[in-house]
Antibody
């Protein structure tokens, strides 16, 4: 059974940093690209970042470019999102999602975690 | 990165059909056959319903179908059931720079 478990969320002050993690199991992690997708309270889904199976291809939404860094450790079956210079508008539930292919050219997510909540407030 | 345009809400009675549109541009929806649709019930994670414009993952009822014409993709749900009431989001590949764009979401109400 595919499982994606996010962690690392919490309350953080504007301008500070936070690192999210996603522990994957039930599939061959290094065969697939992975994504972070967020959802602000009461709002829609917003793609944040994606990374190919070998970290050779990485992409970011304009809203987080230069502040967030996605990475993965295939040996640990884990996905990460380093979030710096956090803003109030980054407040959201952050989902980890598995892609259906190893690359980012056809971003389709067939499994999602339950999300970890990030609240940016003073 | 502008979101794809979806109607805020649609509704239908049990047994009826509804169609949700998703309008983009030639740089996303119209440029690639990489449109997917997700269903999200309140408090739950999104679920993949349609991918590659019109393909259904295993386990998704054939009441759900997808299509595309030009820059507009559509999700049609036939034989509406109460459990179909949820939010629906379209998503498209948008090229190697932008990569991914979501629609703003459509709330489906089953009357």
């Amino acid at each position: 059974e595919v499982q994606l478990v996010e962690s690392g969320g919490g309350l953080v002050q504007p301008g500070r940093s936070l690192r999210l993690s996603c522990a994957a199991s039930g599939f061959t992690f290094d065969d697939y690209a992975m994504h972070w997708v967020r959802q602000a309270p009461g709002k829609g889904l917003e793609w944040v970042s994606g990374i190919s199976w070998n970290s050779g291809s990485i992409g970011y939404a304009d809203s987080v470019k230069g502040r967030f860094t996605i990475s993965r450790d295939n040996a640990k079956n884990s996905l990460y999102l380093q979030m710096n210079s956090l803003r109030a508008e980054d407040t959201a539930l952050y989902y980890c999602a598995k892609d259906t292919t190893e690359w980012l050219f056809n971003p389709t997510s067939d499994y999602w975690g339950q999300g970890t909540l990030v609240t940016v407030s003073s | 990165q502008s979101a794809l345009t979806q109607p805020r809400s649609v509704s239908g009675s049990p047994g009826q059909s509804v169609t949700i549109s998703c309008t983009g541009t030639s740089s996303d929806v119209g440029g690639y056959n990489y449109v997917s649709w997700y269903q999200q019930h309140p408090g739950k994670a999104p679920k993949l319903m349609i991918y590659d414009v019109s393909k259904r993952p295993s386990g998704v009822p054939d009441r759900f179908s997808g299509s595309k014409s030009g820059n507009t993709a559509s999700l049609t749900i036939s034989g509406l059931q109460a459990e179909d009431e949820a939010d629906y989001y379209c998503c498209s590949y948008a090229g190697s720079y932008t990569l991914v764009v979501f629609g703003g979401g459509t709330k489906l109400t089953v009357l």
